[in-house]
């Protein structure tokens, strides 16, 4: 075992009994990206495992569906797989022009998991996800197929990915989840008392987007190529408020000795209710530094002035 095995620190998901490293790998985004080298790409996955990540989180529709399939690849050379802990998500489709729609219907729920299994080459999925599913998607007929599918070994635990409030608290009344997937970043403090909520239930929560996006660095102005345009495209699309917002928290960068990547893992992670945080990179120096992240406890002088914004 390397001495990176030891200081990846593993956390339970929840009441599962599941070890996870602490830290775990996105692979989804401009990673699965067929534009993205795949060599570059599997690289990034076989340093996080030598770095001692026991979990990678990935879904059917990622990637235009290429990053589970890209996955599967980079984990091909392993004969035993029964440390890591493979979490997929199954309910988002691509129509043949590559467009993203919902289908929640119990035969693709229950083809997507045995599709999974496949493409991961493995006999039980760590977690199995409903990714963004609809209120109307928590009938009765669903929840008791994915339960048939824990039942026969095919999932260990059952989650949902979800940022919404109702679709969240409809999940936890069900009584079949034993994990979410919710966003959760120093830039996201509102998500606390969700966090304590979901933790009351016994359900383990697994810190999506931990890093806030890179929004509190200026790693999204420096445009080198495609990928980074890409990231830009992505971030003024989807949250350009936070480019202000990030602004205020701009002084994580200049710790003498944390890099503000570490930092901000470190704060999801100094709460002890999220079992992991998951990040994403295509760049291998970012996930060392992020790694490195695992067991450093910030000051609390730090954590106040995070608080404090
Ligand atoms: N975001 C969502 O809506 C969402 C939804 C469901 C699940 N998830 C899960 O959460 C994972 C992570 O989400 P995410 O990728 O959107 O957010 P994230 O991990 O918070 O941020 C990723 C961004 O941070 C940059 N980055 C990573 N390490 C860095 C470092 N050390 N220094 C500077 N920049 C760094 C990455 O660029 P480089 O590539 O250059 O490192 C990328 O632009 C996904 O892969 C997926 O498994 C996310």
């Known amino acids: 075992m390397s001495q990176w095995e030891n200081k990846l620190k593993q956390r339970l998901l929840g009441k599962t009994g599941i070890k996870i490293s602490e830290?775990?790998?996105?692979?989804?985004?401009?990673?699965?990206?067929?534009?993205?080298?795949?060599?570059a790409a599997i690289a990034i996955v076989h340093k996080a495992l030598e770095k001692g990540v026991t979990f990678f989180d990935t879904g059917h529709s990622y990637s235009g569906g290429n990053a589970e399939?890209?996955?599967?690849?980079a984990l091909s050379h392993l004969s035993d797989k029964s440390n890591l802990c493979l979490s997929t998500k199954a309910g988002t489709r691509l129509n043949k022009r590559g467009q993203l729609y919902k289908d929640f219907s119990v035969d693709w729920v229950i083809e997507s998991c045995h599709r999974s299994l496949k493409i991961l080459s493995i006999d039980t999925l760590g977690v199995f996800h409903l990714h963004g599913p609809n209120p109307e998607d928590f009938n009765d007929e669903l929840l008791s197929t994915i339960t048939n599918?824990?039942?026969?070994?095919?999932?260990?635990?059952?989650?949902?990915?979800?940022?919404?409030?109702?679709?969240?608290?409809m999940a936890m009344e069900t009584g079949v989840f034993d994990c979410i997937m919710i966003d959760y970043n120093l830039m996201m403090k509102g998500r606390i008392s969700l966090i304590d909520k979901i933790h009351k239930k016994d359900i383990a929560v697994l810190a999506a987007a931990p890093l806030a996006g890179a929004f509190y660095s200026n790693r999204l102005f420096r445009i080198r190529g495609f990928k980074d345009l890409w990231y830009l495209a992505r971030a003024l699309k989807n949250s350009p408020n936070k480019f202000i917002q990030g602004r205020k928290y701009k002084f994580i960068n200049k710790h003498p000795t944390l890099t503000g990547s570490q930092i901000a893992l470190a704060y999801v992670l100094d709460n002890p209710k999220i079992s992991c945080a998951v990040f994403g990179t295509t760049d291998l120096q970012h996930l060392s530094d992020n790694l490195n992240a695992s067991g450093i406890s910030l000051p609390i002088e730090l954590l106040d002035k995070i608080n404090n914004i």
């Open 23 to 39: 830290i775990g790998l996105g692979c989804a985004s401009f990673w699965g990206k067929k534009i993205f080298s795949e060599n």
């Open 69 to 73: 399939i890209r996955l599967g690849k």
């Open 149 to 169: 599918l824990k039942q026969q070994g095919k999932v260990r635990a059952l989650a949902i990915n979800s940022f919404n409030l109702d679709i969240i608290d």
